[in-house]
T-cell receptor, first 116, second 115 residues
Framework: DAGVTQSPTHLIKTRGQHVTLRCSPI?????VSWYQQVLGQGPQFIFQ???????GRGNFPDRFSARQFPNYSSELNVNALLLGDSALYLC???????????????FGDGTRLSIL | AQKITQTQPGMFVQEKEAVTLDCTYD???????LFWYKQPSSGEMIFLIY??????QNATEGRYSLNFQKARKSANLVISASQLGDSAMYFC????????????FGQGTELSVKP
């Protein structure tokens, strides 16, 4: 079975531009979460979506937005890119039964975003 | 505030020996989950093991075991019989019942296995 797939794998943008990152969850998983991992740190939670509804939002500015589609895939959008947005962006999916806190999240390989 | 602390930035272990990676957590929520993930240099996060706050026994998954000491708020990962392929970053993470699937990660520990 295919795992979580993310695209693109690498991306280079300049300050002020906009970027869209894509994620396809494991088949049967209805929850998708996004994390930002800056070099040398642990991942930071950005968003969680379940059944196309936003279930949680981390401490990120409004420049960050996301959505989930009927097939449970998801997009993360970042507007007005800053140098500090350079990071590895990880997508994770889970079954999310109940509140989902006790189910492991399975991660994709990530998108490495570099801002020049 | 909810927090995960990993105090060992780097660890070395000889191949075939056991190693313990430390993790302490802070929450007043009675219902939570604790996870360990492995991140090789390629970047993907690999789920290793899970422990629930109400679980009476320590979790085990093959060579991985979780030493859960609730009173001390610690959830240390024990890797037995280390292999060269175990060299990677290891992250401890916590989820809270009322926050659903949001994971709170520690800073990570870089493990190097020596031949």
């Amino acid at each position: 079975d295919a795992g979580v797939t993310q695209s693109p794998t690498h991306l280079i943008k300049t300050r002020g531009q906009h970027v869209t990152l894509r994620c396809s969850p494991i088949s049967g998983h209805k929850s998708v979460s996004w994390y930002q991992q800056v070099l040398g740190q642990g991942p930071q939670f950005i968003f969680q979506y379940y059944e196309k509804e936003e279930r949680g939002r981390g401490n990120f500015p409004d420049r960050f937005s996301a959505r989930q589609f009927p097939n449970y895939s998801s997009e993360l959008n970042v507007n007005a890119l800053l140098l500090g947005d350079s990071a590895l962006y990880l997508c994770a999916s889970s079954l999310a039964l109940g509140t989902g806190f006790d189910q492991p999240q399975h991660f994709g390989d990530g998108t490495r975003l570099s801002i020049l | 505030a909810q927090k995960i602390t990993q105090t060992q930035p780097g660890m070395f272990v000889q191949e075939k020996e056991a190693v313990t990676l430390d993790c302490t957590y802070d929450t007043s929520d009675p219902s939570y989950g604790l996870f360990w993930y492995k991140q090789p240099s390629s970047g993907e996060m690999i789920f290793l093991i899970y422990q629930g706050s109400y679980d009476q026994q320590n979790a085990t998954e093959g060579r991985y075991s979780l030493n859960f000491q609730k009173a001390r708020k610690s959830a240390n990962l024990v890797i037995s019989a280390s292999q060269l392929g175990d060299s990677a970053m290891y992250f401890c993470a916590m989820s809270l019942d009322y926050q659903g699937g949001k994971l709170i990660f520690g800073q990570g520990t870089e493990l190097s296995v020596k031949p």
